[in-house]
C-alpha cells in the first residue's frame, strides 16, 4: 500500500508538471494507481483526453502470480471501472 501511495504522488506530481496537455497516454499494466493519477490529472487539465494502452489487463497477470484472490476481485473492479472511464483505447490484437 504505502509504495502505491508514493508511485501516485510521484506520477501526480510528474503529470502535473508543465503547461496542459490535450491528451494523456498510459501504458496498462501497471493500472495502480496509474488509471486513476492519469484520470485525475486529465481533469485537471481542462478535460484533456485520458488514452489507455491496453498490453495486458493487471488482474490477469497478478493471477499468474499467487496473488490473494481479494486482491485480484479489487484489481479487476478497479480497471474495469477506470478503463470505462477513459475516452480512447489503443489495443493490440495480433504482433
Known sequence: PFAA???AGQL?????H???KGAVLV???PSIPTLVVARAVSWLWDGAALVVDWHNFGYTIMKTTGAPRPAIVVARWYERALGRAADAHLCVTEA
Open 5 to 7: 501511495l508514493s508511485r
Open 12 to 16: 501526480a506530481v510528474a503529470l502535473a
Open 18 to 20: 508543465g503547461p496542459p
Open 27 to 29: 501504458q496498462n499494466p
